[in-house]
């Protein structure tokens, strides 16, 4: 599903969230990367709303999951009433809690976070099952003004293993991904 | 008592010292000890108010301003600042975020005796995460502002100015 990203990213911003370990893999500009792994669950979508705002002439794409959204629903009314043309807001939804176990998040597959994000005033929310429809939208997604909300079925890849005993896949200390980051931009470290 | 004492900071003072230093935009979420304030912000055009619905998603909005290069600071309440205990671990201190926390301190007493719990562990909570702090309980104390700036920017950290109004 990345790799379909990676197609139309272009020169925007992207927070991969917790995709990071896939996507620092294949992107081809690292340096408009913030893959960040998980400072405090949760945060993405602020975050991302943050570049936004911040950078309003480039487009940000961040890669939120349904856990982190969870924890932090109010953040979709501040998005919509922010209104940030540039920022485009996907939402991995795998229906668990892949990096404790696979415990359910509540109300698992009943949830439409597509209509709440709508209902908090996103003008432009969709949802997706599979691969072959979004590959056919997602030119038209990014191509029109944001805020955009995008709810995405994907499969868990659980994790059981004792944090310390887990693959380390971050390249850069967050702190290195975010002076890079505003390099990039033009912003002093 | 000298009466400049008595008074609580006026809204006024603080505004002129968030321009002062730059500010670009407020994370807030509203509190009564600085109701006031926010009158004041949302009347100036200079900045730009976002309104968060849980103070701990404030934290990571911050940094991602700052990442941007814009130089936000957040408007909370005490309790508010409890609440995003992780957040403030998570996306402020462990990324080295220089921001300002304007923080309402409620149930402070110039005395010290209070019965809410809400300020009772405002200043351990503060000292828990090692992030410095300013009480400024008239206009005479404005100037911690600033030095709460410049802290923030010459550290790199978070960096909390207590407003208190009895």
């Not at chain 1, 176990?101 to 929310?125: L, M």
């Not at chain 2, 130089?71 to 998570?90: A, Y």
């Amino acid at each position: 599903m990345l790799k379909i990203f990676q197609q139309h990213r272009r020169d925007a911003i992207v927070i991969p969230g917790r995709g990071g370990r896939h996507w620092v893999k294949i992107s081809t500009r690292p340096d408009l990367d913030a893959p960040l792994g998980d400072p405090a669950m949760g945060g993405h979508a602020s975050f991302a709303l943050g570049l936004a705002l911040a950078r309003p002439e480039r487009k940000v794409i961040v890669f939120d999951s349904e856990g982190d959204l969870l924890m932090n629903l109010g953040i979709l009314a501040t998005v919509a009433e922010q209104k940030p043309a540039n920022l485009y807001h996907f939402m991995l939804d795998n229906e668990c809690y892949a990096t404790t176990g696979g415990q359910p998040v509540p109300n698992c597959g009943n949830i439409a976070y597509d209509a709440i994000a709508r209902g908090c005033g996103y003008p432009r929310a969709s949802a997706y099952s599979d691969l072959e429809s979004l590959s056919k939208d997602l030119g038209g997604i990014l191509h029109q003004p944001g805020p955009a909300f995008v709810a995405l079925k994907v499969f868990p890849e659980i994790e059981n293993a004792p944090l310390g005993k887990r693959p380390r896949w971050m390249t850069r200390t967050r702190v290195q991904v975010l002076g890079e980051l505003r390099e990039a931009l033009g912003i002093a470290k | 008592m000298d009466d400049a004492y008595a008074a609580p900071p006026s809204p006024n003072i603080l505004l002129e010292q968030l321009l002062k230093n730059g500010v670009t935009d407020v994370v807030w979420l509203p509190d009564s000890e600085t109701n006031k304030l926010f009158l004041l912000l949302k009347a100036e055009p200079s900045l730009r108010l976002i309104g968060v619905s849980r103070e701990g998603p404030a934290c990571s909005l911050a940094a991602g301003l700052y990442t941007g290069g814009r130089t936000p600071v957040v408007l909370i309440q005490n309790t508010g600042l409890m609440e995003c205990g992780d957040s403030l671990r998570g996306w402020v201190l462990g990324l080295n975020i220089p921001v300002v926390f304007i923080v309402g301190y409620r149930g402070w007493k110039r005395h010290g005796v209070t019965q809410d719990t809400a300020a009772i562990y405002t200043e351990p909570f503060l000292n828990a995460f090692g992030i410095q702090y300013y009480l400024v309980e008239s206009d005479a104390d404005a100037a911690h502002i600033t030095v709460a700036f410049e802290e923030s920017k010459n550290k790199k950290k978070p960096v909390a100015v207590l407003v208190a109004g009895e």
